[in-house]
């Protein structure tokens, strides 16, 4: 009797339906941003192994600029999460975060007889980040004089006129993607520029004609 009731029991076990389970949530990557308690940005220390975009050499975005006393070099990295998704969508995701770097441009260094090589020293820090549990885009400065002792900075505040530039003239969500050479021909397969990007580009040719 034991016997038989032991082999209904597993009998019953197996007959039980399946439980469907909801789709799991998508794990928050890894190198996306991190705040402190106070909500400010924490430094991504590791952005040197992010995905290097590309460099620019004195670059202005203010028409008759003046002239600097010392070029530079803009450095732009993303975090690899971030790059893996706009390849595949040519959009940015929830967690995107761009790194510029600037460094001092140097001549005749080393056996470098002719042009120009990057400096060692980092002369500033900004990052653009998309998180829409913090407002969405945003900047945050983390340049020696303003980066919070433990390594972390505020938000830019929205009234600043970097939010307004990079709305009206970023070829992909607020972001320069005309500037960042292999992502551009992504951007026009999938189709993603923004409506401000192409207008922009419409107005010279219009004006040859």
Not at 7 to 33: N, R, W
Not at 81 to 107: C, H, I, Q
């Amino acid at each position: 009797m034991i016997r038989w009731l032991t082999v209904l029991s597993f009998v019953l076990i197996g007959a039980q339906p399946a439980v469907k389970k909801g789709p799991a949530a998508p794990p928050e990557a890894a190198d996306g941003p991190a705040y402190t308690a106070e909500g400010q940005l924490k430094f991504p220390e590791d952005y040197r192994e992010w995905v290097f975009l590309t460099s620019g050499l004195d670059m202005s975005y203010t028409p008759n600029a003046a002239a600097a006393k010392h070029s530079v070099f803009n450095n732009v990295f993303v975090n690899p999460s971030a790059y893996k998704v706009f390849v595949k969508t040519g959009t940015w995701p929830d967690g995107t975060m761009f790194m510029l770097e600037n460094r001092g441009a140097e001549g005749n260094h080393s056996i470098n007889t002719r042009g120009q090589t990057q400096a060692v020293e980092v002369t500033g820090t900004e990052l653009h980040v998309k998180d829409s549990a913090h407002g969405g885009w945003a900047f945050y400065n983390f340049d020696e004089a303003s980066r919070n002792p433990k390594g972390s900075a505020l938000m830019i505040p929205k009234a600043a006129t970097c939010y307004a530039c990079h709305e009206q003239h970023a070829a992909v969500d607020t972001t320069f993607v005309q500037f960042y050479p292999t992502l551009l021909g992504v951007a026009k397969e999938k189709g993603s520029f923004s409506k401000e990007y192409l207008k922009e580009m419409e107005a010279p040719a219009a004006a040859a004609k």
